[in-house]
């Protein structure tokens, strides 16, 4: 949770230096009922973010944004990695990720 609320600092910090409005925090409820689901429920976000992160950085020209991105999704891809080993699943299951477009991870 810190790592999540340090990296939405940092980036809002950034958009508002660029004069932009950052989106407003969302509530949402997850479909877990213990433990296990709930480690299922956040190694999927986690996945979910390193790939958006991953298509974003794409379509990034400016240095600061990228290297803010690029660090961000490296730690999000530990946070998967980790979640991955607690659930029994391959830690780094590919050789790359997946870059998503923000249209596919809007229907995640």
Known sequence: MDHENAHVSALS???IARGATPVTACNYT???TDVPSF???AAA????GVSAYDGAIASLTQSDLVT????VATVEARHAAYLNLLTA???FPNVT???LNQTTIFRC
């Not at 976000?45 to 979910?48: K, P, T």
């Open 89 to 91: 699943a391959v830690p």
């Open 39 to 41: 480690l299922g429920v």
């Open 30 to 32: 997850f479909p877990y």
């Open 68 to 71: 803010l991105a690029a660090g």
């Open 97 to 99: 990720d997946i870059p």
């Open 13 to 15: 910090a950034l958009l």
């Open 45 to 48: 976000l986690e996945a979910a």
